[in-house]
């Protein structure tokens, strides 16, 4: 990747991870068909797809859409394999929950990533509702041998602001004897909340609490999945940092669980407007208009940071650029990403020549430094191959990405996409 002087145009991200992670899980345990538009085809959601194929679930992939056909709460079958959820922690964490309500013994696993990532989250309140998950390694993580159990509902104090473990305990909730409450430190991303309720599950949310009712049924459903606002991340930091850019992002999802990117983008000085804004009992969406813009430093920490959790090595990237200190506080979750998101932003950012340190929860960044071109070790984690794509278009000379193609994971046309602004 070189410099870039300027980027223009539009671009169209490719769909919503979580919600295209969620619409075929929930599309499968419910009654008839399940039509997902705008679908991404990434590596991680083709694993929940993969999984649930091997639980019984036809799946046809159309040019234009998914078709799940549903068989109901209970009607999936033991697979004959160990299910393999690769790189993904949401399909990981998710399918345990719908998992530990089956009447049969399952194996999962994922790649060397998925492996070393945490479980005992899961693990905990699943086994206290009567789950039995047994960690093969020992080690609390992947694979898992999960045998099918009955389930009791259970009110649960979370110690961490995760979607994937409150979705994961909402998703066994359906199946249990009684309601079922998560309580969270802060809101994470509410996607689970609203398309369960989309597909006739009850559930309430009140402050930082979420209750779901035991289901007897859900129902098949059409699914419109927006743009991923954090593949639209990308441009977002590209078109404020490369000098003389306008980009206009098609179609971005804008659920304010999610939208921690645009405050802070803002707060830096950032020149973004929201057009076409389409409000919606779902999923929000809008188009972003982002302008070339001077940046400073921020802080930021508390509840903001489960609504920007994914984005902030892109977040690393603009304050390494902007004026004055950046501190990035509340963040120790970054570390059980799918790498160690803060040594590997710090290790990288450092090579680039940008003075930013870790600490204990994040990382204080002093930018303004004119950044060189380096050889950049992706860690095979998607966020930080794209981040340091950015942060190459204004470094002074080339700068490698050691096992760039992992973008697949999340954003598979990302280079050409990019590309197509710089023309
Ligand atoms: C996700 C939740 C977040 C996020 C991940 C996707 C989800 O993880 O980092 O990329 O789809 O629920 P946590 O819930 O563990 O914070």
């Known amino acids: 990747m ?5 980027l223009k145009g539009e671009v169209t991200v490719p769909g919503d991870k979580s919600i295209s992670h969620r619409a075929i899980m929930f599309g499968a345990i419910s009654e008839g068909l399940t039509e997902v538009t705008n679908f991404l085809e990434g590596a991680d959601c083709l694993s929940t797809i993969s999984c649930f194929e091997k639980l019984g679930i036809e799946i046809e992939r159309n040019a234009s859409h998914i078709l799940v056909r549903g068989k109901g709460l209970c009607g999936l079958q033991k697979p004959s394999e160990v299910l393999d959820a690769g790189n993904s922690g949401t399909t990981t ?3 345990s929950g719908i998992l530990a309500a089956q009447s049969f013994e399952t194996t999962l696993t994922g790649d060397a990533s998925i492996r070393r990532r945490p479980m005992r989250r899961i693990i905990t309140p699943l086994s206290m509702m009567g789950a039995q998950i047994e960690s093969l390694g020992a080690n609390d993580c992947a694979p898992l041998r999960i045998t099918g159990s009955p389930l009791h509902g259970i009110r649960y104090e979370s110690p961490v602001a995760s979607a994937q473990v409150k979705s994961a305990i909402l998703l066994a909730g359906l199946y ?3 309601p079922t409450s998560v309580i969270e430190p802060s809101i994470s991303r509410n996607h ?15 402050d930082t609490t979420v209750t779901i009712q035991p289901a007897g049924r859900l129902v098949g459903q059409k699914v419109s999945v927006p743009g991923d606002i954090s593949s ?15 980009i206009l992002i098609r179609n971005v999802g804008i659920n304010h669980t999610r939208d921690g990117i645009l405050r802070v983008a803002k707060e830096m000085g950032g020149d973004i407007t929201l057009l076409n804004e389409v409000a919606s009992e779902g999923e929000p969406t809008a188009d972003i208009l982002v302008r070339s813009s001077h940046l400073h430093g921020v802080t930021i ?3 903001l940071i ?38 590997v932003m710090v290790t990288n950012l450092g090579r680039m020549g940008c003075d930013i340190a870790a600490t204990d929860d994040g990382m204080i960044i002093n930018g303004g430094r004119t950044l060189k071109g380096a050889v950049i070790d992706s860690n095979l984690d998607h966020r930080i191959a794209m981040s340091f794509a950015i942060a190459a278009l204004l470094a002074d000379g080339e700068t490698q990405i050691q096992g760039s193609d992992c973008v697949k994971i999340s954003y598979p046309s990302f280079y050409q996409d990019l590309q197509a602004l710089m023309r």
């Not at 689970?192 to 009140?206: D, N, P, Q, W």
């Not at 639209?232 to 306008?246: D, K, Q």
């Not at 902030?312 to 200190?325: D, L, N, T």
């Open 306 to 343: 489960p609504t920007l959790i994914d984005e902030v090595p892109i977040i690393a990237v603009m304050a390494a650029f902007a004026e004055g200190q950046t501190i990035i506080r509340d963040a120790g979750e970054l570390k059980v990403k799918e790498s160690n998101r803060i040594d």
């Open 301 to 303: 920490g508390g509840s």
């Open 176 to 178: 249990a004897d009684a």
């Open 192 to 206: 689970s909340e609203i398309l369960l309720r989309y597909f006739g599950a009850e559930v309430h949310t009140t």
């Open 93 to 95: 964490r998710l399918i």
């Open 232 to 246: 639209a991340a990308y441009f977002i930091a590209a078109g404020l940092l490369v000098p003389n850019s306008e």
């Open 2 to 6: 070189n410099n870039a002087h300027r």
